[in-house]
């Protein structure tokens, strides 16, 4: 199976005291052909993007809000604290804009393989 990367832009507004909220739908969380979550920090190209191996982000946001509409959160991902929902995560840097080949739900969340 080949593993694939999620991610999840950051638009400024999203932005907070404790990173950047965001959600997840229930679907992505759980795919387990999904290895990486893949948080860029603003939606232009050229800004920090962070690393999450999906085996950390799952355990952290088992205690994280589920809505009805299938999405996992609102929850937060900070990089200065390396946290994702508040429990510390493996957080790599990265600095290039991923090639994105299938948007799964939205113009904010895409998965590469």
């Known amino acids: 199976m080949k593993?694939?990367?999620w991610t999840r832009y950051f638009p400024g507004t999203w932005e907070n005291s404790r990173?950047?909220?965001?959600?997840?739908?229930?679907?992505t969380l759980t795919d387990h052909s999904i290895s990486h979550a893949h948080f860029?920090?603003?939606d232009e190209p050229g800004q920090p993007g962070y690393l999450?191996?999906?085996d950390a982000m799952r355990p952290?946001?088992?205690?994280?809000?589920?809505?009805?509409?299938?999405?996992?959160?609102p929850f937060n991902v900070d990089?200065?604290?390396?946290?994702?929902n508040g429990r510390r995560v493996p957080m790599e840097s990265t600095n290039s804009e991923p090639h994105i080949?299938?948007?799964v739900s939205s113009p904010q969340?895409?998965?590469r393989a």
């Open 3 to 5: 593993s694939q990367t």
């Open 19 to 27: 990173g950047y909220r965001t959600d997840i739908s229930y679907r």
């Open 40 to 42: 860029i920090a603003r």
């Open 52 to 54: 999450v191996p999906m």
């Open 60 to 73: 952290a946001l088992l205690e994280a809000p589920r809505r009805s509409n299938g999405m996992v959160g």
């Open 79 to 84: 990089p200065v604290r390396r946290t994702v």
């Open 101 to 103: 080949q299938r948007v």
């Open 109 to 111: 969340t895409a998965v």
